[in-house]
């Protein structure tokens, strides 16, 4: 192999590398912006604040389309995932969205039925995300 294959090769897996580092960044940060708008809504559900959980409910759902998004077209489309892992995101995927269908564009909320489906999803999320650190885990390591 001549040196400017080789130096091509070494230039293309570095590119490969910064693209998969700003990939992880990106979605760790998406799912970070997630969680604190969920803590957020979670406590304005619980103090009965309609006006800004509804404004932190549209946030919620923004922030969650984006994390399912980056999941799926920054991580998931490089790992191979077992049949039992992308069924696993599947489901989550699919609750995540019925919440964003269900909630995302109210007008008027009704916080007790948020706030139960909010407790639903998060027990979804927090699934989902043991299974994104195990699967990310044995892809760096």
Not at 2 to 9: D, E, K, L, P
Not at 28 to 46: D, P
Not at 92 to 104: E, I, K, P, V
């Amino acid at each position: 192999m001549n040196q400017t294959t080789t130096t091509s090769r070494e230039r293309a897996n570095a590119t490969t590398s910064i693209y998969y580092q700003t990939a992880d960044r990106s979605f760790s940060e998406s799912r970070q912006r997630l969680i604190s708008y969920l803590i957020k809504l979670n406590n304005s559900l619980n103090e009965n604040l309609v006006d800004l959980s509804h404004a932190l409910l549209n946030r919620f759902c923004d922030s969650l389309v984006d994390y399912l998004s980056a999941g799926h077209f920054r991580v998931f489309q490089r790992i191979a995932l077992m049949p039992t892992e992308y069924a696993a995101i599947e489901a989550s995927t699919r609750t995540a969205m019925h919440f964003n269908d269900r909630f995302g564009q109210l007008q008027d909320i009704e916080l007790a039925q948020v706030k139960a489906a909010l407790e639903n999803l998060a027990q979804e999320l927090s699934t989902r995300f043991e299974l994104e650190d195990d699967m990310l885990g044995g892809v760096s390591n």
